[in-house]
């Protein structure tokens, strides 16, 4: 579930009158991001203590609508290295629609082409009673489709929902050590997962620009041991913008850098002069 293109995340399901009253209670005030805001990224893999750029990545966010209403529209392309396509190919896309009210999630599709599968998830998410409905669509790699509902009690979240989510969390009263809850789903399966504050440091980009950053990391309790899949880095300001992740995989180890920022809401603070 979790590799390279998840740095660092969707048939129709009507949201009814009263659903849109319940759905504050999975949203978050969204001060981190605006319309038109565009973040680069180049991928790296380690394959016997050497690290090879193997990709790069793009999230674009902006305002769109979603069956009528006004949403954040978020998308992440991820492109393999064509030099290295006959040893793996990587080809993804993410996308993501929110309210835009609250980040409540909508709606989540992923595309993958890696190596020689292709597979799709499809998420569509209501809130019927003040729980969370999933809608799932699953493409398998043998071109089967498989659809399931599934109802929870808890906000369920996706791999993009999540990652517009938590650039809104305020650090300012956490304590090293925290834990955050944060289930996620993908079209077959939901995880039991978790970020926990990390602290404090300074990342220096490629490009000599240096900034405060939070440090998170994304854990997951698989067969019951707690795993670190992502640990990333985001800046210490109003726009919590990820400048680093360090990806543990079940093939390796990967990393993603930002390179570039464009269209930023919120002044650049944590930039260290």
Same mark, same amino acid.
């Given at each position: ?8 995340? /969707?048939?129709?399901? #009507? ?5 849109? *009253?319940?759905? *504050?209670?999975?949203?978050?005030? =969204? ?19 050497? +690290? ?33 396509? &006959? ?6 896309? #993410? ?26 998830? %499809?998420? +569509? ?34 791999? /993009?929902?999540?990652?517009?989510? *938590?650039? =809104? ?26 970020? &926990? ?28 041991? =707690? ?5 990333? +880095? ?12 360090? /990806? =543990?995989?079940?093939?390796?180890? *990967? ?11 919120? %002044? /650049? ?5």
């Amino acid at each position: 579930m979790y590799k390279v293109k998840r740095l660092i995340f /969707m048939l129709t399901a #009507l949201v009814t009158l009263t659903a849109g *009253a319940q759905q *504050a209670q999975c949203g978050i005030d =969204n001060k981190a991001f605006g319309d038109g805001e565009r973040l680069d990224y180049v991928l790296k893999f380690n394959w016997q203590f050497i +690290w090879f750029r193997v990709g790069t990545a793009r999230m674009t966010t902006r305002i769109d609508s979603f069956q009528g209403q006004k949403a954040w529209r978020a998308d992440l392309l991820t492109s393999g290295n064509p030099r290295l396509d &006959k040893y793996f190919v990587m080809r993804d896309t #993410l996308l993501s629609y929110c309210s835009y009210a609250d980040l409540t999630p909508l709606y989540f599709r992923k595309g993958a082409h890696e190596g020689k599968r292709y597979y799709a998830d %499809e998420l +569509w998410f209501s809130y019927p009673r003040g729980h969370c409905h999933l809608r799932r669509h699953e493409v398998t790699s043998h071109g089967e489709h498989l659809w399931s509902d599934k109802e929870y009690k808890d906000c369920i979240y996706d791999m /993009m929902s999540i990652f517009l989510r *938590a650039r =809104n969390f305020d650090s300012s009263s956490m304590s090293e050590g925290d834990i955050l809850p944060m289930p996620i789903s993908d079209a077959s399966d939901l995880s039991n997962s978790w970020l &926990k504050y990390m602290g404090k440091k300074t990342f220096k980009m490629d490009s000599g620009e240096k900034f405060r950053c939070v440090v998170f990391s994304f854990m997951q309790n698989e067969k019951g041991k =707690n795993r670190e899949l992502i640990r990333f +880095w985001i800046t210490d300001d109003l726009n919590h913008i990820p400048v680093r992740l360090d /990806m =543990n995989l079940n093939f390796g180890s *990967a990393k993603a850098f930002l390179t570039s920022y464009k269209g930023v809401r919120n %002044e /650049m603070t944590s930039k260290v002069q």
